[in-house]
């Protein structure tokens, strides 16, 4: 399997992944969540609330938000947010991997590091899966749906900084190794 993962990263063209996902990332920050976040009276969307929110917090918002800003709100996960997550899970993970090889660092114990993109797309999609469950019920939202909601996005805040402090840290070793070949030729 490792091998699997290995020759899948090698040969894929990352452009193919990252394009789309900055489109979409700068169509998110720049126009869709601004939008959303005046709806709300400015207050925080669920997605970027890494320390977690409450039932309370989630009807507050709820209720700035009114129906077209649910609605919005809405669109945005499933037809902005949802693909994004799958964008950042293969195009981080097949970053790291490629980065890996290339340091000679792939059998080492940092190879387990390809698995934090992963770990917070699937955390990112419980988030969003309870956002919609939440946006989709008309009254009387659950207490379980927000905890189980709220847990995921506080996950997602612990291992989307791992992933990119991976991937940095991976490009610094590069840079370094750059720099001192140089060095060592002048």
């Known amino acids: 399997m490792k091998q699997k993962i290995k020759n899948i990263s090698l040969k894929t063209h990352i452009w193919v992944c990252i394009v789309p996902?900055?489109?979409?990332?700068?169509?998110?920050?720049?126009?869709?969540?601004?939008?959303?976040?005046?709806?709300?009276?400015?207050?925080?969307?669920?997605?970027?609330?890494?320390?977690?929110?409450d039932g309370a917090y989630v009807h507050q918002l709820f209720e700035k938000l009114q129906n077209n800003g649910?609605?919005?709100?809405?669109?945005?996960?499933?037809?902005?947010?949802v693909p994004f997550i799958f964008l950042y899970m293969i195009t981080f993970t097949i970053s790291i991997a490629k980065l890996l090889v290339r340091n000679g660092l792939w059998n080492s114990v940092i190879y387990y590091s390809l698995f934090f993109p992963i770990c917070a797309g699937v955390f990112d999609l419980g988030e969003n899966i309870g956002i919609i469950t939440m946006l989709s019920l008309k009254k009387n939202i659950p207490e379980s749906v927000v905890k189980l909601a709220s847990y995921n996005t506080i996950l997602k805040g612990y291992f989307l900084p791992l992933t990119l402090i991976t991937l940095f840290s991976q490009l610094v070793i590069i840079g370094y190794r750059r720099l001192i070949s140089r060095s060592k030729n002048m």
Do not use: H, W
């Open 21 to 53: 996902m900055v489109i979409l990332f700068m169509l998110m920050t720049f126009i869709l969540i601004p939008g959303l976040q005046q709806l709300s009276g400015n207050m925080q969307l669920l997605d970027t609330m890494f320390k977690g929110y």
């Open 70 to 81: 649910k609605r919005a709100y809405l669109s945005l996960e499933l037809y902005a947010d």
